[in-house]
């Protein structure tokens, strides 16, 4: 059954004429009678009475036409609903995030776009770092915002993405205070005394950041690993609890530097500088993150 059968039938039970519903339905005669002849031939009855003049229903007919018209009615609406989803997703802007920055930095970072450009339709998923590339490698955002280090590989070749710095941060050795006000685990640690060390998990990039850091620095600390996770955010905790040191993103410490709840807990040997990358791939994208991109390169090209 087709479609044009239904508009078919409904334009013939307007008019009751073939030849006019021919002339709206922008067809010839014999074709527009053969159509009729064939929504029959599906439903299996007599849908008109073609003895009477103007043409008229017969009880099939009659009872099929609220169904023509239910049907069509569904038909029609729901394809404006498709297409209005179509539309909406088309002008979504997407994002990947790791978790950390989706908390902090990804919420001033839009805004900061949105005061030049107005309101965007932008949607974030957050994960872990080995996640979110994959969302990008998959085709399944437009765009992968991830915390860069100078000895850190992607995973992402640069034959197939693309990518501009959108930030700095630094990755910063920090500790809850003591009672004497000075930072309750300090590096560099003793063989007798080892700074208990709240890691990132080994397949983070920050964590991977930290291990080439202590592996080269011409002092290396004195670390007891007592604790893992992926998340900067409960690093940032088990810090403020006292329960030992860990490198955590200035960005998301100020407040706590600021009151001294954490206390800078090395030297500047031990802090790690990170740059907030975007990655796209090379591939054209929908009009609305290719717009976005064409700014954010203008306002690159366009710093000093």
Known sequence: METKWLLDFLSLVDTGNFSRSADARATTQPAFSRRIRALEDWVGATLFDRSAQPIELTQAGAQFRPVAEEVLRRLL???EEIQQIGRSTESTITFA?????????FPRWISSIEDKTGVLRTRLDSNQIANCVQTLLHGECHFLLLPTHANVDIQLPEERFSSLVVGHDRLIPVSAPDEAGGPRHHLPGTREAPVHYLAYAPSSASGRAVDFMLSHHPEPPVLHRVFDTHLAAVLKSMALQGRGLAWLPESEIGAELASGALLPSGD????????????????????????FWAKLVDASSASP
């Open 97 to 105: 995030a790791t978790h950390s920055l989706s908390l902090v930095f």
């Open 77 to 79: 609406q729901s394809r």
């Open 268 to 291: 500047d040997s031990h802090v790690i500088q990170t740059a907030i990358r975007l990655f796209r791939s090379r591939d054209q994208l929908p009009p609305a993150p290719e717009g």
